[in-house]
């Protein structure tokens, strides 16, 4: 079941904003704002630990198979394994990272898509490296999101053939999102 960001206690002039309330819904937009585990703010982090090949020329979501922290559940490795499904609405700070093996033909390029669409100005592109070196390439975006919206990391190669990913501990395909605003 989705959470719901705590509002701050309120009331209108001439009435009372008992101790109680105050205390029960401060402490409840406390322990969302700065909690930890399920109690604080939504937030993922995965990434890949094995490889994956990428047709050569095609946009690809990432699979992302280890889970460094997800707080509200919204991620699988076994279903569905490159999306983070939205629990609580609101804007996310998103940061993917694409990462491939060693070859020197080409372009690699990374972007960041909700429900299967690109993000406008998440995408970034490089030259491949060396045919001795493998090559990562980040991007960053905010999205607003509602309960039910997937977000995913996107990879794209042009060596001419098929290529894998890289799932070195230090150059690895990997999503993290982190819940920003309501």
Request: aromatic fraction near 8%; charged fraction near 10%.
């Given at each position: 079941?989705?959470?719901?960001?705590?509002?701050?206690?309120?009331?209108?002039?001439?009435?009372?904003?008992?101790?109680?309330?105050?205390m029960a819904q401060a402490a409840a937009f406390a322990q969302f704002s700065i909690g930890s585990g399920s109690n604080g703010v939504p937030r993922f982090r995965g990434y890949q630990t094995s490889v994956q090949s990428l047709s050569d020329n095609t946009w690809t979501p990432l699979t992302l198979d280890t889970e460094q922290f997800d707080s509200d559940n919204g991620h699988s490795t076994s279903t569905n394994t490159s999306r983070y499904v939205v629990?609580?609405?609101?804007?996310?700070?998103?940061?993917?990272?694409?990462?491939?093996?060693?070859?020197?033909?080409?372009?690699?390029?990374?972007?960041?898509?909700?429900?299967?669409?690109?993000?406008?100005?998440?995408?970034?592109?490089?030259l491949a490296s060396t045919a001795?070196?493998?090559s990562g390439i980040a991007t960053t975006a905010e999205?607003?999101?509602?309960?039910?919206?997937?977000?995913?990391?996107?990879?794209?190669?042009?060596?001419?053939?098929?290529?894998?990913?890289?799932?070195?501990?230090?150059?690895?395909?990997?999503?993290?999102?982190?819940?920003?605003?309501?």
């Open positions: 079941m989705p959470r719901l960001v705590p509002t701050i206690a309120t009331e209108v002039p001439g009435n009372y904003l008992t101790a109680a309330l105050w629990q609580v609405a609101g804007t996310y700070f998103v940061a993917g990272n694409s990462a491939f093996a060693a070859n020197a033909t080409g372009n690699r390029a990374v972007r960041i898509g909700v429900n299967g669409s690109p993000i406008i100005g998440s995408f970034a592109k490089t001795a070196h493998s999205v607003v999101c509602v309960v039910g919206d997937y977000i995913e990391v996107m990879g794209l190669q042009s060596s001419g053939a098929a290529l894998n990913t890289s799932s070195a501990t230090d150059v690895a395909c990997s999503l993290g999102l982190f819940w920003i605003a309501g």
